[in-house]
Structures are given as structure tokens and as C-alpha cells.
Antibody
């Protein structure tokens, strides 16, 4: 059974940093692109970043470029999102999702999400 | 302001057929396939349709998708109370907006 479990969310002050993790199981993690998608309270979904199987390609939404870094450790079946210079508008539930690029599908499996709150 | 445009709300009665639209541009829907997601209250999104009209295993055939030009639609036939949820479209975007862009979501109410 495919499982994605996020962790690392919490309350952080503006300008602070946080590192999210996503533990994957039930599939060959190193064979898939992976994404982070967020959802602000009461708002819609926003794709944040994704990373190729070997980590050689990474893409970001404009609003997080230069502040967030996506990475992965295939030996640990884990996906990460390092978030620096956090702003109030980064407050959201962050989901990790498995991509299936062969059919141009983002998120055929999703984690349960982890809440990040940026507030003083 | 989302790159893909969806109506904020839709509604129908049990057994009815409803459609939800998703409008984009030549850089996203016009040149790439469309996916649809269902998000039940308090849960993570679920992939409902991929490649414009393909259903993942386990998704009822009451759900169908289509695409024409720079627009796409999700149709739900035989509407059921458990279909009440938020629905999102998404597509790869070839421009600087991307690569992935979502619609703003449509809240479906079953009356």
C-alpha cells in the first residue's frame, strides 16, 4: 500500500525557517517525481515545487523561489522541503504528492498534510 | 487569482448530472492534458481524472472528463450525497507560471 506521511509542521515566526519531511512507503520511491502542494486555510490548492527522480531537476512556483528548497534522499525514501524567510502568506497545510509524469498527472497519491503556521 | 478558472460553486439534486468547467490558455490546457481532483471535507485531495478523461482504478464511471481547446469539463452523473466536495482541475503549464497550475476549485453542493 502506497503511503506518504508528512511531518515537521508547526508554528514559526515571520522570517523563520522550517523543514518538512515526507516519508514514503509501498512503492519504489526513486522511480517517481515528487511534489509539494499547499493549501492555505479556506483556500484552494497551490503547487509549490517538484523534484525529479534523481534530484537533478527541481521546479518552484514563483512565490517561493529563493526561499524554499526541495530535496530528496532515495536511500531513506524521503522527500524534504526546506522553508526559509517564511511569511504569513506561507501559512497552509503542506501535502507531499507522488507524480506520474508518464501521464502528466500530479498527485496520484497524497499524504495527509502537515500544517505550517507563520505568525508572531 | 488562479491560472485556471473554475466557477466557485455548483449544485445539483441526487440523481442529476452536473458539470464543472475549467478554463485555461494555450500554455496549459491548450497544449497539455488536464487532471481533476476531489477533496472531501477535512481530507487530502484525491486524483479523480487524469489525461483529460482517464479514471484511476476505483473511481466510479459516474465521473468523466473532457477537453476542448483551452477548456476542460468534469461531469458527474447520477449525483450522490457523498459527491459533495471541492473539485479542482490542474494542468502542466509551459510558461513561467508552471510547471503545475491549479484551478481555484469548485464547491459542489448536493441539494
Amino acid at each position: 500500500e502506497v503511503q506518504l506521511v508528512e511531518s515537521g509542521g508547526g508554528l514559526v515566526q515571520p522570517g523563520g525557517s522550517l523543514r518538512l519531511s515526507c516519508a514514503a512507503s509501498g512503492f519504489t520511491f526513486s522511480s517517481y517525481w515528487m511534489s509539494w502542494v499547499r493549501q492555505a486555510p479556506g483556500k484552494g490548492l497551490e503547487w509549490v515545487a517538484n523534484i525529479k527522480q534523481d534530484g537533478s531537476e527541481k521546479y518552484y512556483v514563483d512565490s517561493v523561489k529563493g526561499r524554499f528548497t526541495i530535496s530528496r534522499d532515495n536511500a531513506k525514501n524521503s522527500l524534504y522541503l526546506q522553508m526559509n524567510s517564511l511569511r504569513a502568506e506561507d501559512t497552509a497545510v503542506y501535502y507531499c504528492a507522488r507524480d506520474v509524469m508518464a501521464v502528466a498527472a500530479i498527485g496520484d497519491y497524497w499524504g495527509q498534510g502537515t500544517l505550517v503556521t507563520v505568525s508572531s | 487569482q488562479s491560472v485556471l478558472t473554475q466557477p466557485p460553486s455548483a449544485s445539483g439534486t441526487p440523481g442529476q448530472r452536473v458539470t464543472i468547467s475549467c478554463s485555461g490558455s494555450s500554455s496549459n490546457i491548450g497544449s497539455n492534458t488536464v487532471n481533476w481532483y476531489q477533496q472531501l471535507p477535512g481530507t487530502a485531495p484525491k486524483l479523480l481524472i487524469y489525461s483529460n478523461n482517464q479514471r484511476p482504478s476505483g473511481v466510479p464511471d459516474r465521473f468523466s472528463g473532457s477537453k476542448s481547446g483551452t477548456s476542460a469539463s468534469l461531469a458527474i452523473s447520477g449525483l450522490q450525497s457523498e459527491d459533495e466536495a471541492d473539485y479542482y482541475c490542474a494542468a502542466w503549464d509551459d510558461s513561467l507560471n508552471g510547471p503545475w497550475v491549479f484551478g481555484g476549485g469548485t464547491k459542489l453542493t448536493v441539494l
